[in-house]
């Protein structure tokens, strides 16, 4: 049994308006959300009935239907979830609390992890990731939690309860562990570019590969994470560099690759193109200064998160309706 870490954090207005510019500059999309993205409203057909549910509800619900879940806690906007979700979360029995994303990281939680307060803010995500795992009980243990992202309605139940299978039978697991979700196509169903690289782990999904051996990765909704076996520390420079959209991230992320010992990431895989899923791993465990691991696993639609944009507001929308 798991604790499940709900993540409904928010940026501020200056944030937000930082990311649509890269959007529309890198992507050419409209980026349309302006208000707090986990209470988005999805319009859906249910039965033959219009029904209209908040964001986060999708995730919630499927992460209250998973028997592997003993607990869930939610990390955001304390007032607005409770107000939107508390008749939800009456009619379950199993535990859930939610945790405001702009209350004070737990003291205990900052001796334990020796948290550097100008690296970890309160409201930042690895400040909302410990504050949301110290309220767990998976904190009391030093055990690991599962993670689970807001934004990604449709990210199953079967998704979730192989990977937490997966995870119970392997006795040490990783500091870290990601579900690498295999994508068959050059681009995904959002129209984005998977990262390719050489399946050189025990979990082989397909035979199908590129010319250079290589198949198309993307990180789904989940982690499965121990705040103990890792620098927490180092959170938020990751999560700042997770997608790359700019040549300003592109460069920082090279220098911190060649400043862990790597310095020919970027020609192992844009000229030689042979960078691997192994390599990967060691080189991000030399980042967090912990063991991470990626499993890859089929389940494209747990990739699928709505980050703001009309264009995925349409699809993911339109991917809810279908059966």
């Known amino acids: 049994m798991a604790s499940a870490i709900l993540m409904a954090g928010y940026n501020n207005k200056r944030e937000v308006k930082k990311y649509s510019k890269i959007v529309a500059e890198h992507y050419g999309e409209k980026f349309i959300e302006t208000g707090y993205k986990p209470l988005r409203e999805f319009k859906t057909i249910t039965d033959g009935k219009e029904e209209s549910k908040p964001l986060i509800q999708y995730t919630l619900e499927t992460l209250f239907a998973c028997d592997l879940i003993e607990e869930i806690v939610i990390v955001g906007h304390q007032m607005l979830l409770e107000q939107r979700l508390v008749n939800l979360i009456n009619k379950f029995e199993k535990p859930c609390c939610i945790v405001n994303q702009n209350s004070k990281i737990p003291s205990n939680a900052v001796e334990r992890f020796n948290i550097i307060h100008t690296k970890v803010k309160q409201s930042s995500i690895a400040g909302n990731l410990i504050k949301g795992y110290a309220a767990s009980s998976a904190f009391k243990d030093r055990k690991h939690a599962l993670f689970v992202a807001s934004d990604s309605p449709l990210t199953t139940k079967i998704f979730i309860e192989h990977f ?28 984005r570019y998977p990262l390719k690289l050489v399946n050189d782990t025990e979990y082989q999904l397909s035979d ?24 927490i520390n180092t959170t938020n420079t990751a999560y700042s560099l997770r997608k790359a959209l700019n040549p300003n991230a592109q460069l920082r992320l090279f220098r911190i690759t060649r400043n862990l ?25 030399a980042f967090f200064n912990g063991r991470l691991k990626l499993i890859p696993m089929t389940g494209e639609e747990s990739t699928y998160d709505y980050d703001g944009t009309d264009f995925e507001y349409r699809m993911i929308t339109k991917m809810l309706d279908s059966p």
Request: charged share 25%.
């Open 261 to 285: 010992g790597y310095p020919n990431v970027y020609s192992k895989y844009f000229m030689r193109k042979n960078l691997s899923v192994k390599e990967i791993e060691n080189i991000t465990s």
């Open 164 to 191: 937490l299978n997966i995870m119970q039978k392997n006795q040490e697991p990783a500091a870290i562990v990601f579900p690498a979700v295999f994508i068959d196509d050059d681009r995904d169903k959002l129209g």
């Open 208 to 231: 199908k590969k590129d010319g250079y051996d290589r198949q198309g990765f993307r990180l789904s909704s989940l982690m499965y994470a121990n705040p103990h076996l890792f620098d």
